[in-house]
T-cell receptor, first 118, second 114 residues
Framework: AQKVTQAQTEISVVEKEDVTLDCVYE???????LFWYKQPPSGELVFLIR??????QNEISGRYSWNFQKSTSSFNFTITASQVVDSAVYFC???????????????FGKGTKLSVIP | EAQVTQNPRYLITVTGKKLTVTCSQN?????MSWYRQDPGLGLRQIYY???????DKGDVPEGYKVSRKEKRNFPLILESPSPNQTSLYFC?????????????FGEGSRLTVL
C-alpha cells in the first residue's frame, strides 16, 4: 500500500479560482513529519512546508494554506486565488522512522500536476 | 550561496558503461539522499546517508552504489547502467541528522541509457 497517496493526478483551474490538493498518508509511527514540495516546469524542487505529527495547527502563508487532520490522515494544500505561476507539480511527502533505527525515510507521493489557465 | 550541486546535468550513455553522478553541498548538512523521478511514479529514494561513512538503502537501490567519504559529497555510481535506469535524478541534503528537516535539492541530472 502506498504510504502517501495523492489521488489527483492532474488538476486544471482557471486563474483566480481556489484549488485544494489532497494528500492522504499512512503510518504506524506516532512521530512523523509531513512535507509539501513544488516542482515548477523548470524542474527544480522547492520546499513549501514541514509539519510534525504533534502539530495539527493549520498554517497559512500568503495564498497558501495547509490543513493537517490526523483523524483522517490527511495533509491537504489549498491555493487561494490561483495564479499562472502556481502551475507546477506538487508533491506531498512523509518522513517516518526507519524500523527504529533512528533515521527517517522520506517517502513522496506521485505528485499532482496543477495547471492554472489564464 | 547555499546550494546542492549535481554533475552532469545531462548525460547520454550506453548500456554497461560505468558512470558517476556527483553531488556536493555547501551547507554542512549531515543528511544526504538520492532520488530518481519517473513519470507516474513520483520521486523514489535510492540511497541515503545520515553522516560520513553511514549509508543506507532506500526503496530502489538495485543497480546503484553510493559512498560518503566526506560530509559534503555523496556521489551516485552506476556500475553497469541499463536502459531502465534512464531517469531524472535528484540529490538532496538536509539539516536534520535523521532526515526530518527540510530537504534542499540539486537541479537534477537527466540520464539516458541507450
Amino acid at each position: 500500500a502506498q504510504k502517501v497517496t495523492q489521488a489527483q493526478t492532474e488538476i486544471s483551474v482557471v486563474e483566480k479560482e481556489d484549488v485544494t490538493l489532497d494528500c492522504v498518508y499512512e503510518t504506524r509511527d506516532t512521530t512523523y513529519y509531513l512535507f509539501w514540495y513544488k516542482q515548477p516546469p523548470s524542474g527544480e524542487l522547492v520546499f513549501l512546508i514541514r509539519r510534525n505529527s504533534f502539530d495539527e495547527q493549520n498554517e497559512i502563508s500568503g495564498r497558501y494554506s495547509w490543513n493537517f487532520q490526523k483523524s483522517t490522515s490527511s495533509f491537504n494544500f489549498t491555493i487561494t486565488a490561483s495564479q499562472v505561476v502556481d502551475s507546477a507539480v506538487y508533491f506531498c511527502a512523509l518522513s517516518e522512522e526507519d524500523s527504529g533505527a533512528g533515521s527517517y525515510q522520506l517517502t513522496f507521493g506521485k505528485g499532482t500536476k496543477l495547471s492554472v489557465i489564464p | 550561496e547555499a546550494q546542492v550541486t549535481q554533475n552532469p546535468r545531462y548525460l547520454i550513455t550506453v548500456t554497461g558503461k560505468k558512470l558517476t553522478v556527483t553531488c556536493s553541498q555547501n551547507m554542512n548538512h549531515e543528511y544526504m539522499s538520492w532520488y530518481r523521478q519517473d513519470p507516474g511514479l513520483g520521486l523514489r529514494q535510492i540511497y541515503y546517508s545520515m553522516n560520513v561513512e553511514v549509508t543506507d538503502k532506500g526503496d530502489v537501490p538495485e543497480g546503484y552504489k553510493v559512498s560518503r567519504k566526506e560530509k559534503r559529497n555523496f556521489p551516485l555510481i552506476l556500475e553497469s547502467p541499463s536502459p531502465n535506469q534512464t531517469s531524472l535524478y535528484f540529490c538532496a541534503s538536509g539539516s536534520g541528522a535523521t532526515g526530518t528537516g527540510e530537504l534542499f535539492f540539486g537541479e537534477g541530472s537527466r540520464l539516458t541509457v541507450l
